[in-house]
Nanobody, 129 residues
Framework: QVQLVESGGGLVQAGGSLRLSCAAS????????MGWFRQAPGKERGLVAA????????AYSDSVKGRFTISRDNAKNTVALQMNSLKPEDTAVYYC??????????????????????WGQGTQVTVSS
């Protein structure tokens, strides 16, 4: 069982930055791939960024590539999403999620195909124009 708690959301102007954090419970954090998803009103939830067993195994959606950076600290059981150059279209509820498995892929489609078993409660990010 893994419990995930997100923090760091808020209101920011376009062009600004936010850093989201996700704290995970459990002693086997390193054996999970972690993903950040987002859902805007009236839209489906989609994968924004994911990270595998090591920090070099990352994947991003095209809409955030070059602006967002996902990272993890297995010693602290945390995963972060650094969001720079934010745009109004980044406004959404952001969710942290965990998928079982020691993943060593950098394929976005692969991370999309995983079954994410555990989810956080979400944190609101609002970007004003």
């Amino acid at each position: 069982q893994v419990q995930l708690v997100e923090s760091g959301g808020g209101l920011v102007q376009a062009g600004g930055s936010l850093r989201l954090s996700c704290a995970a419970s459990g002693r086997t954090f390193g054996s999970y791939a972690m993903g950040w998803f987002r859902q805007a009103p009236g839209k489906e939830r989609g994968l924004v960024a994911a990270i595998g067993y090591v920090s070099s195994n990352t994947a991003y959606s095209d809409s955030v590539k070059g602006r967002f950076t996902i990272s993890r600290d297995n010693a602290k059981n945390t995963v972060a999403l650094q969001m720079n150059s934010l745009k109004p279209e980044d406004t959404a509820v952001y969710y942290c999620a965990a998928a079982s498995g020691i993943i060593t892929s950098s394929s976005y489609r692969y991370y999309q195909s995983l079954r994410y078993e555990y989810w956080g409660q979400g944190t609101q990010v609002t970007v004003s124009s």
